[in-house]
């Protein structure tokens, strides 16, 4: 027999050996299947305990498109109830997966719940597991959006605000030109491009202010605070503001009370509280500040006489740029920034800033912080009054 038959023999025999070892494999495996339903059912070994551990949502589906195991916050979230896969979309997905073995990935907003309106954005994986499985895996990247619809919103309002005063300040700018033969028309344009630039400048200054302390949720090397000299502090810084509306600021602190944290930021938290009480109290009324310990929290508070918040509007006064009346803000100089920096400082100090109005009955913020410690302060004496070189 010539060499070339020969080879082409052996390479037919060596195909048909292949193909019936291929054939006798597939049978034994659907023989296995038929004898033992359950097979198709058996997700394959370490599967389960990696779901157990799982921090996002895995879920393993098999030939009917049934739950056959899941990760705990698969149920959590509601993806997963009384052993099937609830949203439509991902069932339909890891159905075309099971038919064709394409791993999918996609970007759904998905309901949080059977009832009510809540969403989630999340980001899906479906991909084959085996021979009768499909696993979804399911990352919430809800929080992650809301940040960047956040930091959107938040340059799109700098760049609208900023317009406002550098628009009005090129404005007045050409007023001076055409009114140069003017004195009196120069000097109250002039004027008035005083105060757009003033307000310019707190803007600018105020978004620096909430930058920092969105970039730095923690006070670096906190000191021991007197609250009582914070409160003077604040309300010197607005004596102007007072003074030239006749308004009477009262301050009283019932006893010692101090926290650990930055000075400067908390003087910037309580004179913000302050100067929105003067800027929106009518002439010859009253603020109240005060401060008191109650337990382990130190409860700073802002009352004023002015026209009062309405319930709607009280959940959303301490975002940035939120103005309950926007032309008044404007010409009381208001930025928009004010509560927001007050509601950062306060979180950056483990504290917090709420809210008491009613509309005609003036309004009251509350700023809570954690009271430094009785016992460190006792320390201290103890250490002072037992030491004979003192």
């Not at 299947?33 to 198709?40: A, L, Y």
């Not at 979309?89 to 890891?94: G, N, P, T, Y």
């Not at 006064?317 to 004010?338: H, M, N, P």
Request: hydrophobic fraction near 40%; charge should be negative.
């Amino acid at each position: 027999m010539e060499p070339t038959v020969a080879a082409v023999l052996g390479v037919v025999a060596g195909l048909g050996v292949a193909l019936l070892a291929i054939a006798a494999i597939w049978l034994s495996d659907r023989g296995q299947d038929e004898d033992d339903p359950g097979t198709s059912r058996r997700i394959p070994d370490g599967v389960a305990d990696v779901l157990a551990v799982l921090r996002s949502s895995g879920i393993v589906l098999d030939s009917d498109g049934t739950v056959v195991n899941n990760s705990p916050p698969a149920v959590a979230y509601g993806l997963v109830r009384r052993g099937q896969l609830v949203p439509e979309e991902l069932r339909d997905l890891a159905r075309r997966t099971r038919e064709d073995g394409v791993i999918r990935e996609v970007e759904l907003d998905l309901p949080r719940g059977p009832v009510g309106r809540g969403m989630v954005n999340v980001r899906a994986r479906i991909a084959p597991l085996g021979a009768h499985h499909v696993l979804v895996l399911v990352e919430d990247h809800t929080q992650a959006k809301r940040v960047e619809a956040t930091r959107r919103d938040f340059v799109a309002n700098v760049s609208h605000e900023l317009k406002t005063p550098v628009g009005g300040i090129s404005l007045l700018a050409e007023a001076v030109l055409d009114a140069k033969d003017d004195p009196e028309a120069v000097s109250r344009f002039a004027a008035r491009m005083k105060i757009e630039s003033e307000r310019l400048v707190k803007l600018v200054q105020e978004i620096v202010d909430l930058s920092r302390l969105q970039a730095n949720e923690n006070v670096g090397e906190p000191e021991l605070v007197d609250i009582e000299a914070v409160i003077r502090e604040a309300v010197d810084h607005q004596n102007v503001a007072s003074t030239a509306k006749d308004i009477d600021v009262r301050d009283r602190v019932e006893g010692e009370v101090h926290v650990y944290g930055d000075r400067n930021l908390l003087v910037t938290a309580v004179g913000n509280l302050v100067g929105n009480a003067i800027a929106y109290s009518g002439e010859g009324t009253r603020v109240g500040v005060g401060a008191r310990r109650t337990e382990d929290v130190i409860e700073i508070s802002v009352t004023d006489q002015g026209p009062g918040i309405a319930a709607e509007e009280q959940e959303r006064i301490f975002e940035r740029f939120y103005r309950v009346d926007g032309a008044r803000s404007r010409s009381t100089g208001g930025t928009g920034l004010g509560l927001s920096i007050v509601k950062h400082i306060c979180a950056n100090h483990g504290g917090d800033v709420s809210v008491w109005s009613e509309e005609g009955h003036g309004s009251t913020f509350t700023i809570r912080l954690p009271a430094a410690p009785d016992r460190v302060e006792h320390t201290e004496d103890i250490t002072a009054q037992g030491d004979p070189n003192r």
